[in-house]
């Protein structure tokens, strides 16, 4: 079983759309928690963190359930820039690695 | 700034050969990584290290080694090249934990 799963994708969705994605680890010690975005052929850049109570940062929400294990992101208003790989990343439990998902693709279209 | 910067952008060895990826920033950061990501598995990491004059293993090290003799600089190395080490390699820091890693633009390398 991999340590951070996520559906690849791809979502399609015009603009303005609303999509979520969906996130779960599998290791119950894992504490800190994390969206990166990734662009076709780039380098991956931290989007936002993911905290317990869920946070917001404009048109993006997090959520974090510790019980079942399970992350979030939500794009509101999707907009054509926003067309990347999203990666679910968590830390392994300790505090010197993180562990990235393999992505969700987004292709947001006209 | 330049931020992390990587050398080479490409390359393409034969097996068996040797080579260095070179990974350098500017920002003073304590931490470094170097990764591979390959279609539908997502970044994996190599080695690592959490200061000047230490490494560590991460979840792929086979075939590969490392150096962090100076802070700004961290180096990976193929002894003896192979196929299936064919693939796009990162480096990241960041300053005193991994949460915000800040990545180089990648080496793309082919092993034939």
């Known amino acids: 079983r991999k340590e951070v799963e996520q559906d690849p994708g791809p979502f399609n969705v015009p603009e303005g759309a609303t999509v979520a994605f969906n996130c779960t680890y599998s290791?119950?010690?894992?504490?800190?928690f994390f969206w990166y975005r990734q662009d076709c052929r780039k380098e991956p850049k931290l989007l936002m963190s993911?905290?317990?109570s869920g946070n917001e940062d404009g048109r993006f929400t997090a959520q974090l359930n510790r019980a079942s294990q399970y992350i979030s992101l939500l794009i509101r208003d999707s907009k054509l820039s926003d067309s990347a790989t999203y990666l679910c990343?968590?830390?392994?439990?300790?505090?010197?690695?993180?562990?990235f998902g393999a992505g969700t693709r987004l292709a947001v279209h006209p | 700034n330049a931020g992390v910067t990587q050398t080479p952008k490409f390359r393409v060895l034969k097996t068996g050969q040797s080579m260095t990826l070179l990974c350098a920033q500017d920002?003073?950061?304590?931490?470094m990584y170097w990764y591979r990501q390959d279609p539908g598995m997502g970044l994996r990491l190599i080695h690592y290290?959490?200061?000047?004059?230490?490494?560590a293993k991460g979840e792929v090290p086979d075939g590969y080694n490392v150096s962090r003799l100076k802070k700004q600089n961290f180096l990976l190395g193929l002894e003896s090249a192979a196929p299936s080490q064919t693939s796009v390699y990162f480096c990241?820091?960041?300053?005193?934990?991994?949460?915000?890693?800040?990545f180089g633009p990648g080496t793309r390398l082919t092993v034939t």
């Open positions: 993911v905290y317990s």
């Open positions: 990241a820091s960041s300053y005193s934990t991994p949460w915000e890693q800040y």
């Open positions: 920002m003073n950061h304590e931490y």
């Open positions: 990343v968590v830390n392994d439990g300790g505090y010197n690695k993180l562990i």
């Open positions: 290791n119950s010690a894992s504490q800190s």
């Open positions: 290290s959490v200061g000047e004059g230490t490494t």
